[in-house]
């Protein structure tokens, strides 16, 4: 079995650091500099995934960083919601529209793009298992399952699949094509969308409503 190709994570990483790093935030749970160490080290053990196909260790440190990463991610997102929300609600008089607009793009790509990792590992034991030929339980139903006549013989999802699931998660607040079946899917898509909400509906829109007229 063929491993997928990591460069589309790994670009995945790149955007949402450079998003951290570029974008102004209020607050952040941890320093920039330890997004960079580990998008640093992520990338290099993606590196070593690709030129190391016949090694299992590689991807298993993939899969426990990205979910460590992931962890990180949503811990220090929290805390940044419900600063900028504090701002709005308690000193609308110091909010600023460029910064609000600025912070909440940067929240909603890196969800989309964090949740679209994390489902790529954690559904069917990632992509380590899928060539280890290992058998797990799926996490997500992929409309291809249900018409195999359509579909090539060895198909699988790859993180294009999963980052489509993390984009409609983000943007319908609800399952689209593809559906859950566990309960941490479940419950992984709906921290989704309430990021992704509070962003839309409350920063983005005192954004716009603090805009120069």
């Known amino acids: 079995m063929h491993d997928e190709p990591r460069w589309p994570p790994a670009l995945a990483i790149l955007v949402v650091l450079f998003l951290l790093v570029v974008f102004p935030h ?32 590689w991807r298993r440190i993939e ?14 997102t929290i805390v940044e919601l419900v600063e900028l929300i504090g701002v709005i609600t308690l000193h609308p008089a110091k909010s600023n529209a460029f910064a609000l607009l600025s912070s909440s793009v940067a929240i909603w790509v890196a969800n989309v793009l964090t949740f679209s990792m994390l489902y790529w590992q954690l559904d069917r034991g990632g992509p380590s298992a899928w060539v280890s030929q290992v058998r797990v339980t799926p996490d997500w139903l992929f409309p291809q399952v249900g018409i195999p006549e359509d579909v090539p013989p060895d198909w699988r999802p790859l993180f294009f699949d999963y980052l489509f699931l993390g984009y409609n998660t983000a943007t319908a607040f609800s399952p689209t094509d593809v559906l859950p079946l566990t309960h941490r899917a479940k419950l992984l898509m709906m921290l989704e969308s309430t990021i992704s909400l509070l962003t839309l509906v409350i920063i983005v829109s005192r954004a716009i409503n603090v805009l120069p007229s």
């Open 63 to 76: 899969r426990l960083l990205i979910m460590l990463l992931a962890v990180a991610y949503v811990a220090n």
């Open 26 to 57: 209020h607050i952040r749970v941890m320093p920039v500099w330890v997004f960079r160490v580990a998008a640093l080290a992520m990338l290099g053990v993606m590196a070593a995934v690709t030129l190391t196909p016949a090694h299992t260790l």
